[in-house]
Nanobody, 123 residues
């Protein structure tokens, strides 16, 4: 069993930065992929970024490439999403997820989910 808990969301102005954290417990090392997804009331859950726990390989949605950075801390069992140059269209509930199935951009391939954290970017 894996538990995930997000934190770090909040209200920020256009162009600002936030860092989201996803604290993990249980067996998430090895072949697990840790991903970030976001969802709004008018849009289905969408892939943002992912990192392989073992290799550290990262993947990004085109909409956030160059602005967001995903990383992990083995010592802290935590995955981070550093978000910079935030835009109003980044406003969403952000979810952390863990899974072992490919492809990594598909939310249905993730088994475990956190409760989500709200990010609001004001213009």
């Amino acid at each position: 069993q894996v538990q995930l808990a997000e934190s770090g969301g909040g209200l920020v102005q256009d162009g600002g930065s936030l860092r989201l954290s996803c604290a993990t417990s249980g067996r998430t090392s090895g072949a697990y992929t840790l991903g970030w997804f976001r969802q709004t009331p008018w849009q289905e859950r969408a892939f943002v970024a992912a990192i392989r726990w073992d290799s550290g390989n990262t993947h990004y949605a085109d909409s956030v490439k160059g602005r967001f950075a995903i990383s992990r801390s083995n010592a802290e069992n935590t995955v981070y999403l550093q978000m910079s140059n935030l835009k109003p269209e980044d406003t969403a509930v952000y979810y952390c997820a863990a899974g072992r199935t490919l492809p990594i951009r598909t939310p249905e391939n993730y088994t475990y989910w956190g409760q989500g954290t709200q990010v609001t970017v004001s213009s």
